[in-house]
């Protein structure tokens, strides 16, 4: 089964909601939502917005992009603090990714491991 089509059946009887009641909460009828759910059809964006607003998860998890439902993106640059790029010694090609994952858009989680691979690489002399 796709994941689109899993998740939005799972997210809806997970809230004990018909097809009809997520359709008329979203502005569709409840055919669509059946679609969905046969993996027929997809959503128009602004309807896939509305479901993961509904469902508090982002689009991404929505159409199975991440596993994360609800993560929230972060810009990278921001989260590291200085002081540990600078405890790190973080090269400058460390650098080039960190800037590079700022339009990546990564989530917290991510954010995490990627600091602690860092790490490791630093403490490994790499």
Do not use: H
Request: hydrophobic share 40%; aromatic share 6%; no cysteine.
């Amino acid at each position: 089964m796709d994941k689109f089509a899993e998740r939005i059946k799972g997210l809806r009887t997970q809230k004990d909601i018909s097809q009809e009641e997520l359709g008329n909460i979203v502005g569709v009828g409840k055919q669509a939502v059946s679609s969905w759910e046969r993996n027929e059809s997809k959503p128009r964006s602004d309807v896939l917005n509305q479901l993961a607003d509904f469902f508090t998860v982002t689009t991404d998890y929505l159409l199975g992009r991440t596993d994360i439902p609800n993560a929230k993106v972060v810009d990278v640059t921001d989260q590291i603090p200085k002081e540990i790029l600078k405890e790190l010694d973080i090269d400058v090609a460390y650098r080039e990714v960190l800037i590079n994952a700022k339009e990546a858009k990564i989530s917290p989680e991510e954010l995490a491991a990627f600091v602690d691979a860092l790490s490791k690489i630093k403490k490994q002399g790499g």
